[in-house]
């Protein structure tokens, strides 16, 4: 018997994220060449929260966030982003634990 395994975009699916408008836990400082480690942030943040735009600097969108930490770990210690946990009722509800 075949098992089907379930694609990561699907587990993700289960998840729900309550967006605070106006208001996101996590900003990329201003830069005009991104360092090593925020370009990688473009493949390993595992919700793909950044992506690089037409002039070559990353950017965040926050919506969606695991807030698992990998960014966190990766770039506040060098200044690159702003991190802090969402308000109180926003941010990710996961649906199976």
């Not at 729900?16 to 390993?44: C, F, Q």
């Amino acid at each position: 018997m075949a098992t089907e395994i379930a694609r990561v975009e699907e587990k993700l699916y289960q998840n729900r994220y309550i967006v605070d408008a106006g208001k996101p836990h996590i900003s990329v400082e201003p830069h005009t060449t991104p360092s090593k480690n925020l370009l990688a942030m473009t493949k390993v943040c595992p919700a793909g929260c950044y992506a690089q735009n037409d002039l070559g600097q990353v950017e965040i969108t926050a919506d969606g966030c695991l807030e698992c930490g990998t960014c966190r770990i990766l770039l506040e210690p060098t200044g690159e982003i702003t991190w802090s946990y969402p308000r109180g009722g926003f941010g990710v509800l996961f649906k199976f634990g």
